[in-house]
């Protein structure tokens, strides 16, 4: 599923500062066998792929995603996005992998790659508290 610019989830990410253009270059689909709640997956021609545990793809009658704190999740990942659409696919894959070698963790949380998107997520989760 992609999130639409004009969806409640998609005003939502653009106000914490998604631009249209990364909603677009996304797909979020529902994987639960990841480690961690969701991963992203950076495609050729800096496409991305989402895949999130069915508990953060918490949808309405319609199909749209609802809001909620669920959504900080997804903020996160669409760091990842921002992240593939400035350093092109080579260099992301390469930055992530060289994050986790040198951290031992496959989270790399504290990482130059995973921390801006760990405090995108923390600030985003402050508007459900």
């Known amino acids: 599923m992609r999130i639409a610019p004009d969806s409640v989830a998609g005003r ?12 677009g270059r996304a797909r979020l689909f529902r994987w639960d066998r990841q480690k961690g709640g969701a991963i992203t997956v950076a495609l ?12 953060y793809l918490t949808r309405g009658a319609d199909g749209a995603l609802l809001d909620g704190r669920h959504l900080a999740l997804i903020r996160h990942e669409f760091c990842h996005v921002a992240q593939l659409q400035r350093w092109g696919f080579l260099q992301y894959w390469l930055r ?12 790399a949380a504290g990482s130059d790659v995973e921390a801006p998107c760990y405090e995108a997520q923390r600030l985003a989760a402050k508007d459900f508290e």
Not at 44 to 55: E, Q, T, V
């Open 12 to 23: 939502r990410m653009i106000g914490w500062g998604v631009s249209p253009v990364e909603l």
């Open 96 to 107: 992530h992998l060289w994050a986790r070698v040198r951290s031992w963790s496959v989270l």
């Open 44 to 55: 050729p021609f800096n496409r991305a792929l989402i895949l999130m545990r069915g508990r």
